[in-house]
């Protein structure tokens, strides 16, 4: 049977990645070298806790494990992407507790490959047969991939965008008689619809992830609204443009008056829950809440709205990443884990229960729904996050200003000036 291991805190995982990476860790004498755990038969993968079920990795290392007598796939929980930077520090000693890691959202990645820390998967064989790259949905290998080095495997199609319950639309007006769904031009008309719910409701109307995923949010925004993400340089992402700030106080004037919620700051899961539960009208995150929420509520009963400017611009399109870090002395098995585990039908369990699409045509076109058929609307039009080595960075500490600003901390201005300066002055690896 694969083994799960959780982390309790990033803390206590940094403390203990930090005493390995000095040869002091317990069991483990000065100058060893751990190589995925150093047994031969057995596979390292580093996960954060959501993947296990709702990227159906629990069910591949299984099927894995039943293919292949001896082998054992140890799953190993991390806690967050703010761990991956201490991984790097492991891995620049030529030393790998890890044999593959997935990664939340491709391009935190981008970090590990200037410095030849993980495969470019170009240098494999594994885009053959089955695998070759023509038989990739659309162009979702370009969201793992940088100057033409193919860092990582997507898994996982997921877009942002507005998920919906249309009962409570329905009650609030918002969809009219003829049962058709809103279509918002700005967002004056995002809140106006939210604030309908919030009056007929007495709750929240909207939900928006201002919580761990607040960068990614802007950036799903920023996209659909401008086509852009970024200043006229062509590199350096910016929000400061006449719509964004338009829509910051837009948020700020829903969040003043109750219409938008902000308990995702506390609990990133809060949105994601109340829609499931079917108290919530609207949500703006990863799109796939629609098919999530739609195994308890009915299908027919959720839907994805477009956010304003994504029918013509998309918004924030990602994947997982499934990396190879170079230190592993397994590479050749954790290739052939990919190849035939992790690029198996079992990506169509994870699409209809979760709605992470599948990235093979074969098996994206197994996945018969509504749902999906919106979803990749807006996938195809989308972008990745910006290719950036301080992309976590960036998101930690985006994250905090635009709490700030939505409290009253600072003023639109302030967050401006403050997180433009912030990107101004990270690495974005170019």
């Not at 990739?136 to 507005?162: C, H, K, M, R, W």
């Not at 049962?179 to 604030?195: I, N």
């Not at 076109?365 to 509504?370: G, P």
Request: aromatic fraction near 8%.
């Amino acid at each position: 049977m694969s083994k799960i291991m959780r982390s309790a805190t990033l803390g206590a995982g940094l403390m203990a990645a930090a005493l390995a990476i000095s040869g002091c860790a317990a069991g483990t004498p000065a100058g060893s070298t751990s190589q995925g755990g150093g047994d031969p038969d057995t596979l390292t993968i580093a996960v954060q806790a959501w993947m296990n079920d709702k990227l159906a990795l629990k069910d591949m290392a299984a099927a894995y494990e039943e293919a292949h007598e001896g082998v054992t796939i140890d799953l190993v929980e991390y806690a967050d992407n703010q761990a991956l930077s201490t991984f790097a520090l492991q891995w620049s000693q030529g030393k790998s507790d890890q044999d593959i890691v997935i990664v939340d959202g491709a391009s935190t990645a981008v970090q590990f490959v200037q410095q030849g820390l993980i495969v470019d998967f170009t240098e494999t064989d594994i885009f053959s047969g089955d695998l070759a790259q023509d038989n990739f949905v659309g162009e979702s290998l370009s969201f793992t991939q940088l100057d033409g080095n193919q860092f990582a495997i997507p898994l996982g199609l997921e877009v942002y965008n507005i998920s919906a319950n249309k009962d409570i639309l329905t009650q609030a007006g918002v969809i009219g008689a003829d049962g058709a769904l809103p279509v918002f031009e700005d967002w004056s008309d995002v809140y106006d619809a939210a604030a309908a719910i919030t009056e007929a409701t007495g709750q929240p109307g909207m939900t928006i992830q201002w919580g761990p995923n607040a960068i990614p949010t802007m950036i799903s925004v920023k996209q659909a609204l401008d086509g852009d993400l970024f200043a006229s340089d062509g590199k350096t992402l910016t929000f400061d443009t006449a719509s964004m700030r338009d829509t910051l106080e837009i948020w700020k004037k829903g969040v003043d008056e109750g219409v938008f919620s902000i308990d995702t700051f506390a609990n990133k899961d809060a949105g994601r829950s109340n829609f499931n539960a079917g108290s919530l009208g609207m949500l703006l995150e990863t799109a796939s809440r629609v098919p999530e929420a739609g195994q308890a509520l009915g299908m027919e009963k959720v839907a994805v709205l477009a956010m304003p400017g994504s029918l013509d611009n998309g918004s924030f399109g990602f994947s997982a990443g499934v990396i190879v870090p170079t230190a592993s002395s397994k590479q050749e098995l954790a290739l052939d884990f990919i190849r035939t585990a992790i690029m198996s039908d079992l990506q169509v369990k994870a699409g209809e229960e979760w709605g992470k699409l599948p990235v093979l045509t074969e098996y994206f076109d197994q996945i018969d729904a509504e749902w999906k058929d919106d979803m990749y609307t807006f996938v195809e039009k989308s972008v990745p996050a910006p290719m950036y080595n301080d992309l976590p960075m960036i998101q930690e500490r985006g994250k905090q200003l635009l709490q700030e600003y939505l409290t009253g901390k600072t003023d639109l201005d302030g967050f401006v000036s403050n997180i433009e300066s912030m990107i101004g002055s990270a690495d974005l690896g170019n």
